[in-house]
Nanobody, 112 residues
């Protein structure tokens, strides 16, 4: 069955960095676009970044442009989200999505 498993979340100070990973299994990973979403308390889940199957096309929400980078390694069936210059407003549960499936989410907390 399709599985998406996120890792890499945690607590970081403002201005710090984290790298999230999402390992996919149970489907042909390299033909699907993959995305990262996030949901803060009391807010709807929103798209953060997407990447095409080949990695050639990437999209970023305005709020993270220039700070976050999405990438993928199709040999490892893994998509990444490198997050730099983190702000308190980046605090949320981050979800990996693809092939109409979601991961379980990983908490990112930005606080001093």
């Amino acid at each position: 069955q399709v599985q998406l498993v996120e890792s890499g979340g945690g607590l970081v100070q403002p201005g710090g960095s984290l790298r999230l990973s999402c390992a996919g299994s149970g489907f042909i990973f390299n033909i699907y676009s993959m995305s990262w979403y996030r949901q803060a308390p009391g807010k709807e889940r929103g798209l953060v970044a997407s990447i095409s199957g080949t990695g050639e096309i990437r999209y970023y929400a305005d709020s993270v442009k220039g700070r976050f980078t999405i990438s993928r390694d199709n040999a490892k069936n893994t998509v990444y989200l490198q997050m730099n210059s983190l702000k308190p407003e980046d605090t949320a549960v981050y979800y990996c999505g693809g092939n109409s499936h979601w991961g379980q989410g990983t908490q990112v907390t930005v606080s001093s």
